[in-house]
T-cell receptor, first 110, second 114 residues
Framework: GENVEQHPSTLSVQEGDSAVIKCTYSDSASNYFPWYKQELGKRPQLIIDIRSNVGEKKDQRIAVTLNKTAKHFSLHITETQPEDSAVYFCAASSWGKLQFGAGTQVVVTP | DVKVTQSSRYLVKRTGEKVFLECVQDMDHENMFWYRQDPGLGLRLIYFSYDVKMKEKGDIPEGYSVSREKKERFSLILESASTNQTSMYLC?????????????FGPGTRLTVT
């Protein structure tokens, strides 16, 4: 089955700096790669996703890149703000079933 | 507006009790999922269902069962609760068709087994 590894487990950044979270996956059949954000005490929510036929996708301050050959994908957050503090989960999917990474705790310090 | 609800936010049960966690979605989604969330382990899939009365094991089904008698409702059952089942349980739902497999999550149930 699919195995997703996520790094780092914690990330502390200064407000205004960029944050990068990296994930690798094992199943070459995976074709959908979402990122979820979970604020403290709240449910995970989708923030951006990418399909395997696309190499990069951007939505305002967040972007995701995918390297199918190397089986890794990354989340980039630019100009970080305090409200970006949360746990971020990557996931990989084929046919709608998601395999999640272990999560990255991002702390944005003023 | 998308809505997934879970029957309880907090639950305390004793070892050996039978526990029912219920999830309801109002989006007419075909797929429903149960995860448990533990620190450092992410979200691990327990069971999922692609249709009414259909169920598939996820990565950690041992000690759990599920029921889906109606499209909007997916129940997780702990036949005999144990302390290692103390965790946050999250339900999710998604569509089968369309361009996205986005899963919509419920608020979670924090279960403590003593």
């Amino acid at each position: 089955g699919e195995n997703v590894e996520q790094h780092p487990s914690t990330l502390s950044v200064q407000e205004g700096d960029s944050a990068v979270i990296k994930c690798t996956y094992s199943d070459s059949a995976s074709n959908y790669f979402p990122w979820y954000k979970q604020e403290l005490g709240k449910r995970p929510q989708l923030i951006i996703d990418i399909r395997s036929n696309v190499g990069e996708k951007k939505d305002q301050r967040i972007a995701v890149t995918l390297n199918k050959t190397a089986k890794h994908f990354s989340l980039h957050i630019t100009e970080t703000q305090p409200e970006d503090s949360a746990v971020y989960f990557c996931a990989a999917s084929s046919w709608g079933k998601l395999q999640f990474g272990a999560g990255t705790q991002v702390v944005v310090t003023p | 507006d998308v809505k997934v609800t879970q029957s309880s936010r907090y639950l305390v049960k004793r070892t050996g009790e039978k526990v029912f966690l219920e999830c309801v979605q109002d989006m007419d989604h075909e797929n429903m999922f149960w995860y448990r969330q533990d620190p450092g382990l992410g979200l691990r899939l327990i069971y999922f269902s692609y249709d009414v009365k259909m169920k598939e094991k996820g990565d950690i089904p041992e000690g759990y069962s599920v029921s889906r008698e109606k499209k909007e409702r997916f129940s997780l059952i702990l036949e005999s609760a144990s302390t290692n089942q103390t965790s946050m349980y999250l339900c999710a739902s998604s569509l089968t068709s369309g361009s996205s497999y986005e899963q919509y999550f419920g608020p979670g149930t924090r279960l403590t087994v003593t």
